[in-house]
């Protein structure tokens, strides 16, 4: 059996354990709701920004689609 000592294991294993850390306080504070809020706000301007940048290309690609369907 392999003995690893605590100070090799942090070292091994510090990332994946703050990620754990994070992610139960994400869960106990209940901020999983606003942070999925906010991806979707972002998103959801990237989107726009998207189409408003490229009204012609999203055009064709969208007409496009809906004569497949």
Do not use: P
Not at 18 to 34: S, V, Y
Not at 53 to 68: C, M, P, R, S, W
């Amino acid at each position: 059996m392999i003995k690893m000592n605590v100070k090799e294991f942090w070292n091994n294993y510090k990332g994946a354990m703050i990620g754990i850390m994070i992610a139960i306080l994400i869960l106990i504070t209940r901020l999983h709701d606003l942070i999925l809020a906010i991806v979707i706000l972002v998103l959801g301007a990237v989107v726009g920004n998207y189409v408003q940048q490229n009204k012609e290309e999203v055009k064709t690609k969208l007409k496009a689609f809906i004569d497949k369907m």
